[in-house]
């Protein structure tokens, strides 16, 4: 009855824990033979059969028959006598199997034995899911928050292994409750205090992508590609598609009928801002398109030092650098160049170049002015002290003396 009672409760185990049979047969018939070793010294001589039709398991024993006055191991040999006992017709030489049961062996080793087999389980399972997600990594996956703490969050996917969403992988406006769904991107699995360790992301570039293969059927199919994705999680972000066929717009593709596809992206992503961009390796005119809504005027490129001048009218320059200087970030970021905004000037015989008062304020002054698309003196004098104090790293004083200077130029 012990033994039946032994293989029952690890099979549940085995069910619980998704190991497979062949496995679990191992394990079992390792532990078996472990016990063995200990109580005989060896276990070359015994077959452990597992029965996990009917949940039970034999342990056989293997001896050879010697005469009485030679019996020199028990485990090994079996005296002639005994083995008549067993069937009058043995002789002297032949082997002799006999079935040994393991209650004999007293309580402490069924304890051992349901202990060593605990922690060979527990291992395997460690090992198993550490396997599974390794190769799961750029995957979403779609868990459960079970608990959450200052630093990060612990969800359970629906086997109950546990993840980690630290709060550097969290959009800043996410708000998670115990119980809420929560979707992420597997970026990093390792192994911790021979514990696996399964970080997920939502602001990984990855997590983004894997939405649009999700809601955009021809991205998914490979009939578009993404080429190349940047973004600021939470505030914006820019995507570069190509199509393979011409029929297909990839930018309306991804985008759906009014929005459809993206909306539920935008969802998720707690109302980032997507601009999706249609690849080109034109370099100009894939900035141009990278740094929409603004309208640009005309692009000079400067290849050795990836680097390119951007000019625009003066309206258009907000737009360009974005809130926050947003949009101009993404867009280097996406075009791999540095790009530098300037006002493309009508004619106005009134205003002058900020390179006029280099006499007058210092260069590195200047340079920080014109860094944010100002390089004439009425550019600069048509913001306020607060707008330019916020877009460039120049002290409130510092401004109010730049305004006087380039003030006086007019009075």
């Known amino acids: 009855m012990e033994n039946i009672n032994l293989i029952d409760t690890f099979s549940e185990f085995k069910e619980l824990k998704s190991i497979d049979r062949a496995t679990m047969i191992r394990v079992l018939e390792d532990s078996f033979r472990s016990v063995l070793i200990k109580r005989f010294g060896t276990d070359e001589n015994f077959d452990v059969i597992i029965n996990t039709d009917k949940g039970d398991f034999e342990i056989w024993r293997n001896r050879e028959i010697v005469d009485d006055d030679e019996l020199e191991d028990e485990n090994l040999q079996i005296s002639l006598s005994d083995a008549k006992k067993i069937d009058a017709d043995y002789e002297i030489g032949e082997e002799v199997t006999d079935e040994v049961k393991f209650l004999d062996f007293g309580r402490r080793a069924i304890l051992s034995l349901r202990q060593n087999l605990s922690a060979r389980i527990l291992e395997l399972e460690k090992d198993n899911i550490y396997h599974k997600y390794k190769d799961r990594i750029g ?92 973004r600021v999680p939470g505030e914006r972000a820019k995507v570069a598609v190509e199509s393979y066929d011409e029929r297909i717009d990839p930018v309306g593709a991804c985008v759906g009928m009014k929005g459809s596809r993206i909306h539920g992206i935008v969802r998720e992503l707690r109302n980032e801002n997507i601009d999706v961009i249609n690849y080109t390796t034109n370099v100009q005119l894939f900035i141009q398109r990278a740094l929409n809504p603004a309208k640009i005027n005309s692009i000079k490129l400067f290849e050795d030092d990836k680097r390119a001048q951007v000019y625009l009218r003066p309206e258009e320059v907000s737009l360009a650098i974005g809130k926050g200087g947003l949009n101009i970030k993404l867009a280097s970021q996406l075009t791999g160049y540095e790009l530098d905004v300037y006002r493309e000037m009508e004619e106005d015989d009134e205003d002058v170049s900020l ?57």
């Open 139 to 230: 995957d979403i996956i779609t868990g459960e928050v079970y608990q959450i703490w200052k630093r990060e969050i612990l969800i359970q996917d629906d086997e109950g292994n546990e993840l980690i969403l630290p709060k550097a992988e969290q959009i800043p406006s996410d708000f998670f409750r115990k119980g809420d769904n929560v979707r992420a991107v597997v970026v990093k699995v390792e192994i911790r205090n021979n514990n696996p360790l399964i970080i997920v992301s939502r602001t990984s570039p990855v997590f983004l992508e894997r939405l649009f293969e999700l809601e955009v059927p021809e991205i998914f199919d490979g009939l578009i590609t993404i080429k190349k994705i940047v």
């Open 355 to 411: 390179d006029e008062f280099a006499d007058e304020i210092e260069s590195w002054i200047l340079d920080e002015i014109k860094s944010i698309g100002c390089d004439t003196a009425k550019s600069v004098l048509d913001l306020s002290v607060e707008d330019l104090v916020k877009r460039t790293d120049l002290e409130q004083e510092t401004i109010e003396e730049v305004i006087r200077i380039l003030s006086a130029e007019f009075e």
